[in-house]
């Protein structure tokens, strides 16, 4: 043994010895295995040095919160330089929450027949209509959008208060949003108001594929869409049922990957509300994954978890897959909570013995060390969406952010957005620079972009030819970024 | 293997084996090895049932400032029953922050010859003297505290504006103090404000046996103090050294514990600042440890640590008693910080390359994970100091300390303060509430208090045969206040 492990030992530690160890530790932080080409050494050493310089710049980025940092992330080197870095896939992300609130409002809304009511909540209502909408409980008197906007002074000042019902960016979220109830409450009924304008079948087509554009556009290749398939309605009041958005959202993804031919296609993680029909809706995923094994990857329920119910709770319903001999892939959202040893922090032990495949956030992971070793045992990776963590009150400072645990320990791990339109991102640069700069702090290198990015396709839920072909794609993409910006 | 490992396993989660699962994990928890006795059990049944109301209150205390949250703790129940609970040792805790800012304005400013003079800077400086002290750099003008209290119209209210620049303690913390820079500027005031006091030799005596009094009455049996032994002065100028500051701890120290039988001593941490003559500092509680070996536990540095040197830059002073072939035990403070993978981050792994004995705060520990593992090998404890960590900015919402993550792995750990009177507490039950209420969430249990006390008598500095006396001592009152307290 060593002398350094013993309590009674002389002299000054070794530093040969202590440089072993400080680099042991680093080796197993995520991406901590990578070995670093010439190239990608010259673009870490940068990376190195632009860090740190933000992390003596006067304000921190990932220490403040997201909407008072947004601009600050914006004007960051390295912020720029993960915008063109091939992030691979996008494998959180709710479909209400996809496109920017900016092309609702300023496309989306000045199409014709659209329609818009103001609720005695303060909310908004949207609706395509022939002819106009008749009363509704919530809403009492629909305006023709055209014909309001004729009528306003001020139309942009109109159009920025339709896009605050969409989103939860704000420039003052501390006064905003006080504690967690307010911020989900704002959150629900922001995803309540984009229904009216997503919902509408025509909408739904381009919402689909502008979002697909805008992934596009920050360098991220596959989408994995977390999706309710709600129905969506026509003009004149039909209504398609779910096997109509799935296939509109295959025949968008078509036409998408034809006219940009590096993209590899998005596939569907079908949710439901974690409240009633469960059962029914198991049964509905099991058959819509069998109708349509290329698109359906699978199943998961959303919904604030700390005020839902357990997993556990659903039991019965979630064994139906096995029960019938059936396959249903899980894709839970499971720990993303502040208490620790409630029911509801039992969840992430249940997804694991349902055999999820990756958990949503995993936020409670890292205090839970018997999952913890169950997940890396069974390599489910955590879905670590570090904004809306921020966003939804878990964590303030992001440096905070127990994902520094899990990736210290190189916990399997993708980044994602989970609903970029509420939290006013797009893309996944913003979720890679708080999770590389705040997240990682120094410590994190272009090793570990590299395996985060690689990552996503490791634990997409694609066919195992389609990962490899993915792979390889990426990878064509990432050695020519590194060979565009290392030297 | 059993199904649950397998991916592509049937059925339903097995109900026994997952409760076999959860109780494995809660096992590993602190205090999770403990067999409650069947009193234990009705106490712990009793705090679960109080922690249901306290976590489902509008106000839940450890997520919001401590400073607001104050009051509420104050009128919680498991508060009340954690101070009459016997909690051992205090083992970090340091000399200048021991007593609260009360006594030292309502009973020391009130003794005659005490002059008070305000800075430029809008800090406070006082001295006893027998005749009005001469102008110094930052005092131009020293004033009679009795003449000048009979000036005043409103002495309460002078009294309370004295007291704030004793302590960080206010209403508005946010406001106060926005950032870490802000919050530390404020900590080295109410320090260098406290020093005229402290210093002064016959009040030394005083606020010694204050400060154990303190602590007795929160039911705590032993103190270790990081104590620089800072020089005290007579009112006719009469300087004393550091032994007779050594002294005079050691005589007040019998004094209480033959007046208290039941209180088994104090022993003291030489502290230095991180910076200058370190090598002398080092050489100094050498022989200060040799010639008092029942008092001086042994060295440590202070400073904030985000803005000063690390600990490998003094290394060779380090070395020194292992070079002259003296024992010097070491009580480092270390990972007191946000920043990842700074030097400073090294401090962790550098404490215990030195053998330290036990690592102060050690908030950086989690994200370590080589340095953890190294740690609990060598049975080093960290000092957990909730409110510290809260008030200088680590963290806000104390679910969110990274403690969380080493409670869950029962890593060696002791509850401590750091600077009471500072952070406006007294005692230990403060932070106790906050490592059980906050850090341990539901998990936590009777077994969680019980370990976390004995640690602290475990974790010592003490020589075995007085730990054993001192677990004993100890053991008898745990047993009483669950005898009294559980049915
Ligand atoms: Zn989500
Ligand atoms: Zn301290």
């Known amino acids: 043994m060593h002398c350094m492990y013993m309590r009674d030992c002389d002299g000054m530690p070794d530093p040969a010895q202590r440089d072993l160890l400080m680099r042991q530790e680093a080796s197993r932080q995520t991406g901590g295995q990578i070995v670093l080409t010439a190239a990608e050494q010259k673009l870490d050493a940068y ?5 740190e310089q933000e992390m003596s710049a006067a304000q921190f980025p990932p220490a403040i919160h997201f909407f008072k940092a947004k601009h600050l992330i914006q004007r960051s080197s390295i912020f720029k330089l993960l915008q063109k870095m091939p992030k691979g896939a996008a494998l959180h992300v709710h479909s209400s929450a996809l496109v ?8 989306v809304t000045y199409r014709p027949h659209c329609y818009v009511c103001f609720t005695w909540d303060s909310s908004v209502r949207f609706l395509f209509s022939a002819r106009p909408p008749p009363p509704r ?17 001020d139309p942009t000042g109109f159009d920025n208060s339709l896009m605050q019902h969409l989103t939860l960016f704000t420039q003052d979220p501390d006064g905003e949003y006080p504690n967690q109830d307010v911020v989900w409450e704002k959150f629900e009924k922001a995803f309540i108001a984009a229904a009216g304008l997503i919902t509408h079948a025509p909408v739904l087509r381009d919402y689909f594929y502008k979002g697909l554009e805008e992934l596009h556009q920050d360098n991220i290749m596959y989408l994995e869409l977390r999706s309710g398939l709600s129905r969506t309605y026509e003009l004149d009041g039909t209504i398609h049922d779910k096997v109509w958005t799935l296939k509109t959202l295959q025949e968008v993804t078509t036409k998408f990957t034809a006219d940009h031919p590096d993209f590899l296609g998005a596939r569907v993680i079908f949710v439901h509300e974690k409240s009633l029909k469960v059962k029914a809706a198991v049964q509905e995923a099991i058959q ?28 019965e319903a979630l064994s139906l897959p096995a029960e019938l001999g059936a396959t249903l892939p899980y894709f839970f959202h499971a720990g993303e909570t502040d208490d620790e040893g409630t029911d509801i922090d039992q969840n992430i032990l249940d997804a694991l013995l349902f055999n999820t495949s990756r958990i949503g956030h995993g936020y409670a992971l890292a205090r839970h060390p018997l999952s913890k070793e169950l997940a890396k045992k069974k390599n489910v ?16 400072d992001l440096r905070n952010h127990p994902a520094t645990v899990l990736m210290s320990e190189g916990h399997p791990m993708v980044i994602s957005s989970d609903d970029p339109s509420l939290f006013g991102t797009s893309g996944l640069s913003y979720d890679f620079y708080q999770a590389f700069v705040g997240i990682g702090g120094f410590k994190a290198n272009l090793g570990t972009l590299k395996e985060l ?13 389609l990962k490899e072909k993915g792979h390889v794609a990426w990878e064509t993409k990432w050695d020519a970024f590194v060979a565009d910006n290392c030297c």
């Open 288 to 315: 819509l994954q069998k109708d349509f094994p290329d698109v359906v990857a699978g199943f998961d329920m959303v919904g604030r978890e700390d005020s839902g119910r357990t997993l556990w709770y659903f039991r």
């Open 100 to 107: 920017s609130v900016d092309w609702l409002v300023k496309n």
């Open 453 to 465: 990015a690689a990552n996503s396709i490791r634990y997409s839920s694609l066919p195992a030819h």
């Open 381 to 396: 990776a955590v879905e670590l969406c570090p904004i809306s963590n921020q966003v939804l009150k878990l964590v303030s």
């Open 137 to 153: 409980w919530d809403c009492f008197s629909w305006q023709l959008l055209q014909t309001l906007r004729g009528k306003l002074g």
């Open 47 to 51: 990376l190195h040095r632009l860090k």
